[in-house]
């Protein structure tokens, strides 16, 4: 954002603004502009300029042609009568804003002005045109290290001037409405961009240069007599002059040299600043200095404090000095406290009409006319003088320094309201700081539970939405708050009070790159300041969102004398998005807080002892030591009976011990509470005797928990009531009192009741905790209670009335006559407007106020006095009208059914109705009253309005907006107007009549302050109608029933959204509303308006997306170029006798290969048929494949044959062929996936799909880089119609590389993600049954035609009996993708021999089972299973081997039956004793293994279902086919596959290839050298026979051999089991949250895989692992290992990649690979370690050894060319050997003996054998060898015969 000049190519210096301002509406002036061109290609500027008429353009003295375009300024629609367009007219608007980011006025470089470099003027023109006194140069000025070519500066001038502005700048003028009104005028942040609609610029916060303005206004606005004389004349005018005020510093005011009745004024801003922050208003100001603080004129620099002046319209002069008179004292605090001013004055301009309370700019700040306030207010205060000291704290923090990045507002933001925080607490005092946190921190806790976002966002580029701003200024400086607290704690650090000077001062010198603070460069000044580390503090609270919620408990336990305190802590805000993976990214929920935590602990006499508990886990115990030995019944101490004396002193009135007593209760002394009869009269409850035992016997008084306000959480603590009373009595924190009030009021009983009306009572409490233990009476006020809440309410206010005669007479009976109003004890008179709110809340069980405070609320009004009160009753009066609104109506909801439609309310008895007809008189009084002699702002107006509006609501009387009509007019109180609206909203406000009123308001009101409130109020009147009832719904939602099925949480989502679609639907079949004539005749013209306000507009077409249906707009034409086609997909035609390797599943390079869409399993794409020297004859007719005489597959072929064969013969023909079938696709596929393809284009998910990915519009730059070949679904109707397709499977394979690709690029738990899961989702249903259909109609069509005759046999190339060398991965160009044309042979391969093979003849008769595309695996994997190829091939002419059907394939399929019959037998028969011997059995030679079985085929057959190739698995890996299409693990290796080629001489082996379990992934066969060969290896995994197929291999104990052929190496060493090792990585593993689907068996039911045991034939799961451990079935530790890794491999057969199974195995399988490591790590065993330990000591202690028992040092030895002979990686000597041995870095003795060796040698290398370190290095060494040798020698003996020693757990079990 800061780089934007980069892009724009020049950056602005200087600005000057010469503005001409008529009252009446008009401006005219012009800009000069000083551009410093970053780039010589400049020729166009850019800049921004929004209602303004340009008049000419002049670039550097010469015209310049322009263009300016408006974008608001010319908003059209393509039918703007009718309303039906709202849509389109949004579309606009959107655009609109998007135009105008790049400028809407464009000014061309006239060819005179030549942008040349500045030669050796670098940096010379910014510095000269800003360049002021330190230290207000900005920093980012002068830090130019680098040298950029600099260019001569370009001066652009632009006359412009502007009529009657909607927005940027605002003129209040009188009208007829306002005939009083003082004109005035002045800037007003209306919208975003308010700055450019009053001057061209760059509008632009982080854009700054220095500014100069000229203001020419006329001199007076008075109007005068003609006939009076010049002196008169002159001194009228003067009594209020037009006055400016303007950011920066005013230079001079001078008559306009051509014009007595103007004045010109001069302002300078030399300090660098925004557009964005320059403000300016003009008027017949009245001006107030504010005077210099006299005791601090000037400070030890001698720096004279900055000027300071108020300004504010005539007849607000009494309220001006009130209001500022304060504002002296906050610039000296935050002088004093943060640094100097940064500018050179400060002006506060109180002006009308502000849409906003405050405007901050450079140096001034405008505020609304609302905040002044008079000598007689009281409530007022406080409000205004946070918001003015705010105002002058955003001098330092948000306009002198700004946020780096949008994501860094909260820092700006809240730096600033919590430098205002701490005026406040100088200026109201602690208590009210403390306070003001503490309602701050509740208000947080409530808000943050998850629907709101973190405060810092640094990933958001765009500003805060305004909807969560006012959360973050509450949050910021709470946040800030705790950081403070926490950075004090460190002992070295003083917190942000040492923090934040730093960072002012380094924005005033120029340390602050161009005063831009981000969220990093303040965290690391605080480390820097504090030396505390505050990421996991910025990564909970500033980056992450939600409050922690604590649950404490505390018990003394007397054995160990410490109090047990129990913490648990929840996260609301990260269980709301437990389950929402879309929500936890966006949100950042913290799901633990972790930190110190202050608990103060008052021991029984009365002393605090703080503890901290250190918070790192969510449940935790801590033991905090107690330090009175004694209990708390003992407190005859000198310490406690001094306490006492002092109490007593000070009762009596000596300040000095009032002073010095620290705990004792607050309310002590009080008369009223210790004179017996009052306490009678006052009904004053004791504890009881078992009470005081209770609390004698307590070791302490009670405890506070986060005594240091270090968090921003809701706890909740439990402990007895006494002890909060202690707590509240005897504290003196004002949050410890108001704590105890919270909990004390939820256990509502006398004894409570007394104590929080003593405490209203005293007031040595601070005032505000009187007014909420006030509130928490009314909690005690129960019937059960006998009223004893209100029966004190009454009493404590009774001290504000005529005492009764009788000091008992009935209080709730008496008739309550207040005193004349005195407020002089502002204290007092916030505790009696307490009290009435309390009494007026106070409530029957039947939600009906007692009779007796109804009464009582209206005698309050009636018998107020205030003629004696030095200060203003309005806002108590309202509080009155308040309290007997709220008293009036009830809280409890009528039942259904008890109104019925005559009745207007609920029924009322007489008493009621007379109480409510003289509340509606009394209100009604002052309602005239407050019109006769109004009060400040007319409040008792808009109180009365209030309580209007709420027994309306109630119910209680008609709601009559007659009464209030007038008051919606021009000429009231803003505040007035706009309750007055809102009393009408909440009727029928739209009938036409009102309705056009309503928007007249909305497009002409004078204030845009109602203009905004009404279009607001205008959408939610609405909702709120629907909800009273006020507007019917239609009759589907009186029917609407829920169902309960096991869905409840979908069904009420559903449900809520029906309810407001028929909301919606209510309101635009509604003839008064939807059909409203009003709206639909002027919504369009007025949203259509140039000057129509930017909210309002925004309000317009929210109301029309409401009420009327928006027309569909017809999409733009788009025109897609798609980018070539790659050439492996349109390949030249290969010779016909070329076969594919992969005749079924063409693979496109990049992407996923296609499903098959007959059989569940794939075939090895490793096999493929070369042909020989000459090319047969393709025959016209498809060849079957030769395979056993099975019925079944005859006539499955048969069906598949015969389109492709009639398409052949068309080709042969010449036949045409339409575009779309070009590459050999039947009609039937075009059809059915033209039409798959029309249906996934208007999915409801397809949105994502629809066109390719563009990576700047869909905001993923780098998706090109992940995703190499990209697919879409138009890109899909291309190659479709285009003929790209050789069949649907083809069509499907490029839908599955869309969806893989999609899966990829996109998280689990994305949107993206989910609408990919859909898609694919909707695909597979659709797809099967499109599949089933034209499965059908080939059947049909098959046996339709005669059977193709029996073919001659079929040649195969002979193999010689070794395999083929290491096959490589096919090439595209063989693959069908890449051969459409060419036919293929579908051959059945039965074990690598067709020896006995021979083609059958078709039978039409046999029986023929339906195929199951779906099923995951046939009922018997037969060899013709594989899908036919789409066109025929002719077979290749090969060796003349002839193979014919001679009936010896019957007995061939006996053997088969009865080999896998066999198979079967040793399958169940297996157990893991015939494992662990066939692992030991060496593996016998190749060759013998190739002897033995001379049956290949037959071998093949009986293990179909146990091997599969892993070339295979390798394609599924990279392919996603859809989990029930999966290839099954037990899945034939080698059957139905193409014929492979010839291999050359040498060994033959099969591939390798899963065991039957499905564990190994190099499992290897040998073949027998028999004519068809078996499918080649892969380079990678290892050829080793094994015996009947039941070895195991592990790659941790085998590694791999290379793809030679060479036999494999002998196995390693096997480790002996360590089961504890094994558990512990086990209950690791286990400890992951992705374990938790592998810590059982597969459940194939409740987990919904119901062919699970049908795919995994040897499942494995971590509970089966520790049973297996537990039984002691292991006895290697590489069989622990590989029964882990088959729980990765089960889980990654079972389930597609990228689906959460196998990420959750990914993530397992990463830590099970760390742990393996650690535990598989050598290590010397402890005995070993013991003894070598030893022989170190001992070396070190021989003498011999002085030489080496430190690391050389070159330079203390005078050797400076050690390390060039010895290089240090090389040095050893006996220290470092020694730490390494500590270390466990050597693994055996040798190791640790190689070092020494090592460390000997390096000695004699460099001083030489003969030299005396050298004789000495042969000493010692012949010492160590000595000393190694029984360490060696008996090894074996030491581990044995230390078994009773006790040795660190590390140790290995061995053996």
């Given at each position: 954002?800061?780089?934007?000049?980069?892009r724009?190519?020049?950056?602005?210096?200087?600005?000057?603004?010469?503005?001409?301002?008529?009252?009446?509406?008009?401006?005219?002036?012009?800009?000069?502009?000083?551009?410093?061109?970053?780039?010589?290609?400049?020729?166009?500027i850019?800049?921004?300029?929004?209602?303004?008429?340009?008049?000419?353009?002049?670039?550097?003295s010469?015209?310049?042609?322009?263009?300016?375009?408006d974008?608001?300024?010319?908003l059209?629609?393509?039918?703007?009568?009718?309303?039906h367009?709202?849509?389109?007219?949004?579309?606009?608007?959107y655009?609109?804003?998007?135009?105008g980011?790049?400028?809407?006025?464009?000014?061309?470089?006239?060819?005179?002005?030549?942008?040349?470099?500045?030669?050796?003027?670098?940096?010379?023109?910014?510095?000269?045109?800003?360049?002021?006194?330190?230290?207000?140069?900005?920093?980012?000025?002068a830090?130019?290290?680098?040298?950029?070519?600099?260019?001569?500066?370009?001066?652009?001038?632009?006359?412009?001037?502007?009529?009657?502005?909607?927005?940027?700048?605002?003129?209040?003028l009188?009208?007829?409405?306002?005939?009083?009104?003082?004109?005035?005028?002045?800037?007003?942040?209306s919208?975003?961009?308010?700055?450019?609609?009053?001057?061209?610029?760059?509008?632009?916060?982080?854009?700054?240069?220095?500014?100069?303005?000229?203001?020419?206004v006329?001199?007076?606005?008075?109007?005068?007599?003609?006939?009076?004389?010049?002196?008169?004349?002159?001194?009228?005018?003067?009594?209020?002059?037009?006055?400016?005020?303007?950011?920066?510093?005013?230079v001079?005011?001078?008559?306009?040299?051509?014009?007595?009745?103007?004045?010109?004024?001069?302002?300078?801003?030399?300090?660098?600043?925004?557009?964005?922050?320059?403000?300016?208003?003009?008027?017949?100001?009245?001006?107030?200095?504010?005077?210099?603080?006299?005791?601090?004129?000037?400070?030890?620099?001698?720096?004279?404090?900055?000027?300071?002046?108020?300004?504010?319209?005539?007849?607000?002069?009494?309220?001006?000095?009130?209001?500022?008179?304060?504002?002296?004292?906050?610039?000296?605090?935050?002088?004093?406290?943060?640094?100097?001013?940064?500018?050179?004055?400060?002006?506060?301009?109180?002006?009308?009409?502000?849409?906003?309370?405050?405007?901050?700019?450079?140096?001034?700040?405008?505020?609304?006319?609302?905040?002044?306030h008079?000598?007689?207010a009281?409530?007022?205060?406080?409000?205004?003088?946070h918001?003015?000291?705010?105002?002058?704290?955003?001098?330092?923090?948000?306009?002198?320094i700004?946020?780096?990045?949008?994501?860094?507002?909260?820092?700006?933001?809240?730096?600033?309201?919590?430098?205002?925080?701490?005026?406040?607490?100088?200026?109201?005092?602690?208590?009210?700081?403390?306070?003001?946190?503490?309602?701050d921190?509740?208000?947080?806790?409530?808000?943050?539970?998850g629907?709101?976002?973190?405060?810092?966002?640094?990933?958001?580029?765009e500003?805060?939405?305004?909807?969560?701003?006012?959360?973050?200024n509450l949050?910021?400086?709470?946040?800030?708050?705790?950081?403070?607290?926490?950075?004090?704690?460190?002992?070295?650090?003083?917190?942000?009070?040492?923090?934040?000077?730093?960072?002012?001062?380094?924005?005033?010198?120029?340390?602050?790159?161009?005063?831009?603070?981000?969220?990093?460069?303040?965290?690391?000044?605080?480390?820097?300041?504090s030396g505390?580390?505050?990421?996991?503090?910025?990564?909970?609270?500033?980056?992450?969102?939600?409050?922690?919620?604590?649950?404490?408990?505390?018990?003394?336990?007397?054995?160990?004398?410490a109090?047990?305190?129990?913490?648990?802590?929840?996260?609301?805000?990260?269980?709301a998005?437990?389950?929402?993976?879309?929500?936890?990214?966006?949100?950042?929920?913290?799901?633990?807080?972790e930190?110190q935590?202050?608990?103060?602990?008052?021991?029984?006499?009365?002393?605090?002892?703080?503890?901290?508990?250190?918070?790192r886990?969510?449940?935790?115990?801590?033991?905090?030591?107690?330090?009175?030995?004694?209990?708390?019944?003992?407190?005859?101490?000198?310490?406690?009976?001094?306490?006492?004396?002092?109490?007593?002193?000070?009762?009596?009135?000596?300040?000095?011990?009032?002073?010095?007593?620290?705990?004792?209760?607050?309310?002590?002394g009080?008369?009223?509470w210790?004179?017996e009869?009052?306490?009678?009269?006052?009904?004053?409850?004791?504890?009881?005797?078992?009470?005081?035992?209770?609390?004698?016997?307590?070791?302490?008084?009670?405890?506070?928990?986060?005594?240091?306000?270090?968090?921003?959480?809701?706890?909740?603590?439990?402990?007895?009531?006494?002890?909060?009373?202690?707590?509240?009595?005897?504290?003196?924190?004002?949050?410890?009192?108001?704590e105890?009030?919270?909990?004390?009021?939820?256990?509502?009983?006398?004894?409570?009741?007394?104590?929080?009306?003593?405490?209203?009572?005293?007031?040595?409490?601070?005032?505000?905790?009187?007014?909420?233990a006030?509130?928490?009476?009314?909690?005690?006020?129960?019937?059960?209670?006998?009223?004893?809440?209100?029966f004190?309410?009454?009493?404590?206010?009774?001290?504000?009335?005529?005492?009764?005669e009788?000091?008992?007479?009935?209080?709730?009976?008496?008739?309550?006559?207040?005193?004349?109003?005195?407020?002089?004890?502002?204290?007092?008179?916030?505790?009696?407007?307490?009290?009435?709110?309390?009494?007026?809340?106070?409530?029957?069980?039947?939600?009906?106020?007692?009779?007796?405070?109804?009464?009582?609320?209206?005698?309050?009004?009636?018998?107020?006095?205030?003629?004696?009160n030095?200060?203003?009753?309005?806002?108590?009066?309202?509080?009155?009208?308040?309290?007997?609104?709220?008293?009036?109506?009830?809280?409890?909801?009528?039942?259904?059914?008890?109104?019925?439609?005559?009745?207007?309310?609920p029924?009322?008895?007489?008493?009621?109705?007379?109480?409510?007809?003289?509340?509606?008189?009394?209100?009604?009084?002052?309602?005239?009253?407050?019109?006769?002699?109004?009060?400040?702002?007319?409040?008792?107006?808009?109180?009365?309005i209030?309580?209007?509006?709420?027994?309306?609501?109630?119910?209680?009387?008609?709601?009559?907006?007659?009464?209030?009509?007038?008051?919606?007019?021009?000429?009231?109180?803003?505040?007035?107007?706009?309750?007055?609206?809102?009393?009408?909203?909440?009727g029928?406000?739209?009938?036409?009549?009102?309705?056009?009123y309503?928007?007249?308001?909305?497009?002409?009101?004078?204030?845009?302050?109602?203009?905004r409130?009404?279009?607001?109020?205008?959408?939610?009147?609405?909702?709120?109608?629907?909800?009273?009832?006020?507007?019917?719904?239609?009759?589907e939602?009186?029917?609407?029933?829920?169902?309960?099925?096991?869905?409840?949480?979908?069904?009420v989502?559903?449900?809520?959204?029906s309810?407001?679609?028929?909301?919606?639907k209510?309101?635009?079949?509604?003839?008064?509303?939807?059909?409203?004539?009003?709206?639909?005749e002027?919504?369009?013209p007025?949203?259509?308006?140039?000057?129509?306000?930017?909210?309002?507009?925004?309000?317009?077409?929210?109301?029309?997306?409401l009420?009327?249906?928006?027309?569909e707009?017809?999409?733009?034409?788009?025109?897609?170029?798609?980018?070539p086609?790659?050439?492996?997909?349109?390949?030249?035609?290969?010779?016909?006798?070329?076969?594919?390797?992969?005749?079924?599943?063409?693979?496109?390079?990049?992407?996923?290969?296609?499903?098959?869409?007959?059989?569940?399993?794939?075939?090895?794409?490793?096999?493929?048929?070369?042909?020989?020297g000459?090319?047969?004859e393709?025959?016209?007719?498809?060849?079957?494949?030769?395979?056993?005489?099975?019925?079944?597959?005859?006539?499955?072929?048969?069906?598949?044959?015969?389109?492709?064969?009639?398409?052949?013969?068309?080709?042969?023909?010449?036949?045409?062929?339409?575009?779309?079938?070009?590459?050999?696709?039947?009609?039937?596929?075009?059809?059915?996936?033209?039409?798959?393809?029309?249906?996934?284009?208007?999915n409801?998910?397809?949105?994502?799909?629809?066109?390719p990915?563009d990576?700047?519009?869909?905001?993923?730059?780098?998706?090109?880089?992940?995703?190499?070949?990209?697919?879409?679904?138009?890109?899909?109707?291309?190659?479709?119609?285009?003929?790209q397709?050789?069949?649907?499977?083809?069509?499907?394979?490029?839908?599955?590389?869309?969806?893989?690709?999609?899966?990829?690029?996109n998280?689990?738990?994305?949107?993206?993600?989910?609408?990919?899961?859909?898609?694919?989702?909707?695909?597979?249903?659709?797809?099967?049954?499109?599949?089933?259909?034209?499965?059908?109609?080939?059947?049909?069509?098959?046996?339709?035609?005669?059977?193709p005759?029996?073919t001659?046999?079929?040649?195969?190339p002979?193999?010689?009996?070794?395999?083929?060398?290491?096959?490589?991965?096919?090439?595209?160009?063989?693959?069908?993708?890449?051969?459409?044309?060419?036919?293929?042979i579908?051959?059945?391969?039965?074990?690598?021999?067709?020896?006995?093979?021979?083609?059958?003849s078709?039978?039409?008769?046999?029986?023929?089972?339906?195929?199951?595309?779906?099923g995951?695996?046939?009922?018997?994997?037969?060899?013709?299973?594989?899908?036919?190829?789409?066109?025929?091939?002719?077979?290749?002419?090969?060796?003349?081997?002839?193979?014919?059907?001679?009936?010896?394939?019957?007995?061939?399929e006996?053997?088969?039956?009865?080999?896998?019959?066999?198979?079967?037998?040793?399958?169940?028969?297996?157990?893991?004793?015939?494992?662990?011997?066939?692992?030991?059995?060496?593996?016998?030679?190749?060759?013998?293994?190739?002897?033995?079985r001379?049956?290949?085929?037959?071998?093949?057959?009986?293990?179909?279902?146990?091997?599969?190739?892993?070339?295979?698995?390798?394609i599924?890996?990279?392919?996603?086919?859809?989990?029930?299409?999966r290839?099954?693990?037990?899945?034939?290796?080698?059957?139905?596959?193409?014929?492979?080629?010839?291999?050359?001489?040498?060994?033959?082996?099969?591939?390798?290839?899963?065991?039957?379990?499905?564990?190994?992934?190099?499992?290897?066969?040998e073949?027998?050298p028999?004519?068809?060969?078996?499918?080649e290896?892969a380079?990678?995994?290892?050829?080793?026979?094994?015996?009947?197929?039941?070895?195991?291999?592990?790659?941790?104990?085998?590694?791999?051999?290379?793809?030679?052929?060479?036999?494999?190496?002998?196995?390693?060493?096997?480790?002996?089991?360590?089961?504890?090792?094994c558990?512990?990585?086990?209950?690791?593993?286990l400890?992951?949250?992705?374990a938790?689907?592998?810590?059982?068996?597969?459940?194939?039911v409740?987990d919904?895989?119901?062919?699970?045991?049908?795919?995994?034939?040897?499942?494995?799961?971590?509970?089966?692992?520790?049973?297996?451990?537990?039984?002691?079935?292991?006895?290697?530790?590489?069989?622990?290992a590989r029964?882990?890794?088959?729980?990765?491999?089960?889980?990654?057969?079972?389930?597609?990649?990228?689906?959460?199974p196998?990420?959750?195995?990914?993530?397992?399988?990463?830590?099970?690979?760390k742990?393996w490591?650690?535990?598989?790590e050598?290590?010397l065993?402890?005995?070993?370690?013991?003894?070598?330990?030893?022989?170190?000591?001992?070396?070190?202690?021989?003498h011999?050894?002085?030489?080496?028992?430190?690391?050389?040092?070159?330079?203390?030895?005078?050797?400076?060319?050690?390390?060039?002979?010895?290089?240090?990686?090389?040095?050893?000597?006996?220290?470092?050997?020694?730490?390494?041995?500590?270390?466990?870095?050597?693994?055996?003795?040798?190791?640790?003996?190689a070092?020494?060796?090592?460390?000997?040698?390096?000695?004699?290398?460099?001083?030489?054998?003969?030299?005396?370190?050298?004789?000495?290095?042969?000493?010692?060494?012949?010492?160590?060898?000595?000393?190694?040798?029984?360490?060696?020698?008996?090894?074996?003996?030491?581990?044995?015969?230390?078994?009773?020693?006790?040795?660190?757990?590390?140790?290995?079990?061995?053996?």
């Amino acid at each position: 954002m800061q780089r934007e000049h980069t892009r724009r190519g020049f950056t602005i210096s200087h600005q000057k603004v010469v503005l001409e301002i008529d009252f009446s509406g008009h401006i005219w002036g012009y800009t000069t502009i000083t551009l410093n061109p970053t780039s010589k290609d400049l020729k166009t500027i850019h800049l921004h300029a929004r209602q303004c008429a340009i008049h000419g353009v002049t670039v550097g003295s010469f015209p310049a042609d322009f263009v300016h375009q408006d974008p608001f300024a010319h908003l059209s629609v393509s039918n703007p009568q009718d309303v039906h367009n709202h849509p389109e007219l949004k579309r606009r608007v959107y655009s609109a804003l998007a135009e105008g980011d790049e400028g809407e006025l464009s000014i061309s470089i006239p060819r005179e002005v030549a942008v040349t470099p500045s030669g050796n003027r670098a940096q010379t023109g910014i510095v000269s045109e800003a360049a002021t006194p330190e230290p207000q140069t900005p920093g980012h000025m002068a830090q130019q290290p680098h040298p950029v070519t600099e260019y001569k500066q370009i001066e652009v001038t632009i006359t412009y001037s502007l009529k009657n502005p909607a927005d940027g700048v605002q003129f209040v003028l009188p009208s007829e409405a306002y005939p009083t009104r003082v004109p005035h005028v002045f800037t007003t942040p209306s919208s975003p961009d308010a700055a450019r609609c009053w001057v061209p610029c760059i509008d632009n916060l982080w854009e700054k240069c220095a500014w100069d303005f000229e203001f020419v206004v006329p001199r007076s606005l008075e109007q005068h007599d003609p006939v009076s004389d010049d002196e008169d004349e002159t001194e009228d005018g003067d009594d209020y002059p037009t006055v400016v005020i303007c950011s920066g510093e005013l230079v001079e005011q001078v008559a306009h040299p051509y014009n007595s009745s103007k004045t010109i004024f001069l302002f300078s801003q030399p300090v660098a600043t925004s557009i964005q922050h320059i403000a300016w208003a003009a008027g017949p100001f009245h001006v107030h200095t504010i005077p210099a603080d006299l005791s601090a004129a000037e400070d030890a620099s001698g720096t004279t404090q900055p000027l300071m002046d108020a300004f504010c319209l005539p007849g607000h002069e009494a309220f001006l000095a009130c209001t500022v008179a304060f504002m002296r004292s906050a610039m000296s605090f935050y002088v004093t406290e943060f640094g100097s001013y940064p500018f050179g004055s400060y002006k506060l301009v109180f002006v009308e009409e502000l849409p906003s309370q405050r405007y901050d700019a450079a140096t001034l700040s405008l505020v609304s006319v609302e905040m002044l306030h008079g000598e007689d207010a009281i409530d007022q205060v406080f409000e205004a003088r946070h918001t003015l000291s705010h105002a002058l704290a955003c001098q330092w923090i948000g306009v002198n320094i700004q946020q780096k990045m949008w994501s860094d507002t909260w820092l700006v933001n809240g730096l600033g309201l919590y430098i205002t925080g701490l005026f406040i607490r100088k200026l109201f005092g602690t208590n009210e700081y403390r306070y003001r946190l503490k309602k701050d921190m509740e208000r947080v806790i409530e808000l943050d539970n998850g629907s709101m976002p973190p405060i810092c966002q640094p990933q958001t580029l765009e500003p805060p939405d305004a909807a969560n701003i006012p959360f973050i200024n509450l949050k910021a400086p709470l946040v800030l708050h705790i950081l403070d607290r926490r950075l004090g704690k460190s002992g070295t650090s003083l917190g942000l009070s040492r923090v934040l000077p730093k960072l002012f001062l380094s924005a005033l010198t120029g340390d602050m790159p161009n005063n831009l603070l981000s969220t990093h460069s303040f965290l690391r000044m605080c480390r820097k300041v504090s030396g505390i580390d505050p990421r996991s503090f910025a990564e909970q609270w500033i980056y992450g969102s939600g409050c922690p919620t604590f649950g404490f408990s505390a018990s003394f336990n007397r054995k160990k004398m410490a109090v047990e305190i129990t913490m648990r802590q929840d996260a609301p805000a990260y269980k709301a998005h437990e389950s929402n993976e879309v929500g936890k990214l966006m949100m950042k929920p913290v799901p633990f807080f972790e930190g110190q935590m202050t608990i103060r602990i008052h021991e029984a006499d009365g002393t605090p002892y703080e503890h901290v508990l250190d918070i790192r886990s969510p449940f935790k115990r801590y033991e905090v030591p107690f330090n009175t030995k004694y209990k708390r019944v003992r407190r005859n101490t000198k310490r406690y009976l001094a306490r006492q004396a002092a109490a007593q002193a000070a009762a009596e009135g000596d300040a000095d011990a009032a002073a010095a007593m620290d705990m004792v209760d607050m309310g002590f002394g009080l008369e009223i509470w210790e004179n017996e009869q009052e306490r009678e009269n006052w009904k004053v409850a004791d504890w009881t005797e078992e009470d005081e035992q209770n609390m004698a016997g307590q070791t302490y008084e009670w405890i506070r928990i986060d005594a240091d306000f270090e968090w921003i959480a809701a706890i909740a603590f439990d402990q007895k009531d006494y002890m909060w009373v202690s707590q509240l009595q005897r504290d003196r924190d004002v949050v410890a009192q108001y704590e105890a009030i919270a909990v004390l009021s939820k256990m509502p009983n006398a004894i409570i009741s007394s104590t929080l009306t003593k405490t209203v009572l005293v007031s040595n409490y601070y005032y505000r905790i009187r007014c909420e233990a006030a509130a928490a009476l009314v909690t005690c006020a129960t019937q059960k209670l006998d009223w004893l809440g209100l029966f004190h309410l009454f009493k404590l206010f009774l001290r504000y009335c005529y005492e009764p005669e009788d000091p008992k007479a009935d209080l709730f009976n008496h008739t309550y006559v207040p005193r004349p109003n005195d407020f002089s004890d502002l204290a007092e008179y916030f505790v009696r407007k307490s009290i009435l709110r309390a009494i007026s809340r106070v409530r029957f069980e039947n939600g009906k106020t007692p009779p007796v405070i109804r009464q009582f609320l209206i005698d309050q009004l009636r018998y107020n006095d205030n003629t004696t009160n030095p200060y203003a009753d309005a806002l108590y009066i309202c509080t009155i009208i308040a309290a007997l609104g709220c008293a009036t109506v009830s809280t409890v909801p009528p039942e259904r059914g008890e109104f019925i439609s005559s009745e207007s309310g609920p029924v009322q008895d007489p008493q009621d109705a007379e109480l409510l007809q003289k509340a509606l008189s009394e209100v009604d009084r002052y309602r005239s009253m407050d019109r006769l002699i109004p009060t400040f702002h007319n409040v008792v107006t808009v109180a009365v309005i209030e309580f209007h509006m709420l027994l309306s609501l109630a119910s209680l009387i008609p709601h009559d907006p007659r009464p209030f009509f007038p008051l919606t007019r021009e000429g009231n109180y803003i505040q007035v107007r706009m309750a007055a609206f809102d009393y009408l909203f909440l009727g029928k406000w739209y009938v036409p009549k009102i309705m056009r009123y309503v928007l007249a308001v909305m497009t002409n009101d004078s204030s845009r302050i109602v203009r905004r409130h009404v279009a607001r109020n205008a959408c939610q009147s609405l909702a709120l109608l629907v909800n009273m009832a006020e507007m019917r719904t239609p009759k589907e939602a009186d029917s609407l029933m829920i169902e309960e099925d096991g869905n409840g949480g979908e069904k009420v989502k559903e449900n809520k959204k029906s309810e407001i679609d028929l909301m919606i639907k209510a309101l635009r079949k509604d003839r008064e509303v939807g059909k409203n004539e009003a709206v639909r005749e002027f919504l369009m013209p007025i949203a259509l308006a140039p000057d129509t306000d930017s909210e309002v507009r925004w309000c317009l077409l929210k109301l029309a997306d409401l009420l009327i249906r928006g027309a569909e707009e017809a999409p733009p034409k788009v025109t897609i170029h798609l980018p070539p086609t790659p050439v492996v997909e349109n390949a030249p035609p290969i010779p016909p006798v070329k076969l594919p390797s992969k005749p079924i599943r063409p693979i496109k390079p990049g992407g996923p290969p296609p499903r098959s869409p007959h059989t569940p399993f794939t075939v090895p794409p490793k096999l493929k048929l070369v042909p020989s020297g000459t090319q047969g004859e393709a025959p016209a007719v498809r060849t079957p494949p030769v395979a056993p005489p099975i019925a079944v597959v005859e006539k499955r072929k048969e069906a598949h044959v015969s389109k492709p064969s009639a398409k052949a013969n068309e080709k042969k023909v010449g036949k045409a062929v339409p575009k779309a079938q070009t590459s050999g696709m039947s009609v039937n596929d075009l059809r059915a996936c033209r039409s798959a393809l029309k249906k996934l284009q208007t999915n409801k998910h397809a949105a994502l799909f629809l066109q390719p990915v563009d990576p700047v519009r869909d905001r993923a730059p780098n998706y090109f880089d992940i995703i190499k070949s990209p697919m879409d679904l138009s890109t899909m109707h291309a190659k479709l119609e285009s003929g790209q397709y050789k069949d649907r499977f083809a069509f499907e394979a490029d839908f599955r590389l869309m969806v893989n690709n999609a899966k990829t690029y996109n998280m689990p738990g994305s949107f993206a993600h989910n609408e990919t899961l859909a898609m694919e989702s909707f695909f597979d249903k659709l797809w099967v049954r499109i599949h089933k259909t034209l499965e059908a109609a080939n059947s049909k069509a098959a046996q339709e035609r005669p059977p193709p005759p029996p073919t001659p046999s079929i040649r195969v190339p002979a193999p010689a009996p070794t395999p083929a060398p290491a096959p490589t991965k096919p090439s595209p160009a063989s693959t069908p993708a890449a051969t459409p044309s060419v036919p293929t042979i579908k051959l059945k391969i039965g074990g690598g021999s067709s020896t006995n093979s021979a083609a059958p003849s078709p039978s039409p008769a046999a029986p023929k089972p339906a195929p199951k595309p779906k099923g995951r695996k046939p009922k018997e994997p037969m060899l013709s299973e594989v899908p036919p190829p789409t066109a025929p091939a002719p077979p290749p002419p090969a060796p003349p081997t002839t193979f014919e059907d001679d009936g010896s394939l019957d007995l061939l399929e006996e053997v088969i039956a009865i080999e896998r019959e066999k198979k079967q037998e040793r399958k169940h028969a297996s157990s893991s004793n015939q494992r662990e011997r066939e692992r030991e059995r060496p593996a016998p030679p190749p060759i013998e293994k190739g002897k033995e079985r001379v049956m290949p085929k037959l071998i093949i057959g009986k293990r179909k279902k146990e091997i599969v190739d892993p070339t295979e698995d390798e394609i599924l890996a990279l392919a996603t086919p859809a989990k029930k299409e999966r290839t099954s693990v037990p899945a034939p290796s080698s059957s139905a596959v193409p014929p492979p080629a010839p291999p050359p001489a040498t060994k033959h082996l099969e591939p390798p290839v899963p065991a039957k379990n499905g564990v190994s992934a190099h499992k290897t066969r040998e073949k027998p050298p028999k004519p068809s060969p078996a499918p080649e290896p892969a380079p990678a995994p290892t050829p080793r026979p094994s015996t009947k197929g039941k070895e195991k291999e592990k790659d941790v104990s085998r590694p791999a051999t290379p793809a030679n052929g060479k036999a494999k190496k002998a196995p390693t060493q096997t480790t002996p089991i360590n089961e504890k090792k094994c558990r512990d990585i086990v209950k690791t593993l286990l400890k992951l949250p992705e374990a938790i689907i592998f810590s059982r068996p597969v459940d194939p039911v409740a987990d919904g895989c119901p062919t699970y045991y049908e795919e995994i034939k040897e499942p494995m799961d971590f509970g089966t692992i520790s049973n297996k451990l537990n039984e002691g079935k292991y006895s290697t530790m590489e069989e622990f290992a590989r029964d882990i890794e088959l729980v990765f491999q089960n889980c990654r057969t079972f389930n597609p990649p990228t689906t959460y199974p196998v990420m959750c195995a990914d993530a397992v399988e990463r830590v099970w690979k760390k742990e393996w490591a650690k535990a598989m790590e050598k290590r010397l065993s402890y005995a070993e370690k013991r003894s070598l330990q030893g022989l170190m000591k001992t070396l070190i202690n021989d003498h011999i050894s002085w030489v080496f028992r430190e690391p050389v040092d070159p330079v203390v030895l005078g050797i400076p060319t050690y390390f060039d002979i010895i290089p240090k990686k090389d040095a050893r000597d006996l220290r470092t050997i020694q730490q390494k041995l500590n270390a466990d870095k050597y693994d055996s003795v040798e190791a640790f003996e190689a070092d020494l060796d090592l460390m000997i040698h390096n000695a004699i290398t460099f001083n030489g054998a003969d030299s005396e370190v050298g004789q000495l290095a042969v000493q010692l060494r012949n010492r160590y060898r000595e000393l190694l040798v029984p360490i060696r020698g008996t090894n074996g003996k030491r581990k044995g015969g230390e078994k009773g020693t006790p040795q660190p757990a590390k140790r290995v079990k061995l053996g």
